[in-house]
Nanobody, 126 residues
Framework: VQLVESGGGLVQAKSSLRLSCVASGFNFNMHAMGWFRQAPGKEREFVAAISWSGYTKRIADSLKGRFTISRDNAKSTMYLQINGLAPEDTGVYFC????????????????????WGQGTQVTVSP
């Protein structure tokens, strides 16, 4: 199993980014996927999750309206669109593969996921 994130970088506040997570080594269209982020000195926090079909999506309440999760099963790729970036969005963004196909309440927990990528750094300047 391999998960490779990309798309991060140093950006100014109010700009947008689209992060990608390319998956390989497993049947991508059978697994729910998630995005988490970790700021310096803080715990890893839930950002978004998407079911195997893309039908069910969940976004952290504090991020709704600015973050959008999507997937392209034909490309084994998941995306995270972030608009209106703010300095508090700074951190390493990780993608993760869930043990299950659906997104249920425990999907906000890291224990719901069995594989993780190395992360992509997002830094937002004021």
């Amino acid at each position: 199993v391999q998960l490779v994130e990309s798309g991060g970088g140093l950006v100014q506040a109010k700009s947008s980014l689209r992060l990608s997570c390319v998956a390989s080594g497993f049947n991508f269209n059978m697994h729910a996927m998630g995005w988490f982020r970790q700021a310096p000195g803080k715990e890893r926090e839930f950002v978004a999750a998407i079911s195997w079909s893309g039908y069910t999506k969940r976004i952290a309440d504090s991020l709704k309206g600015r973050f959008t999760i999507s997937r392209d099963n034909a490309k084994s790729t998941m995306y995270l669109q972030i608009n209106g970036l703010a300095p508090e969005d700074t951190g390493v963004y990780f993608c993760a593969r869930a043990s299950w196909g659906e997104v249920t309440d425990p999907a906000i927990k890291t224990s719901y996921y069995e594989n993780w990528g190395q992360g992509t750094q997002v830094t937002v300047s004021p």
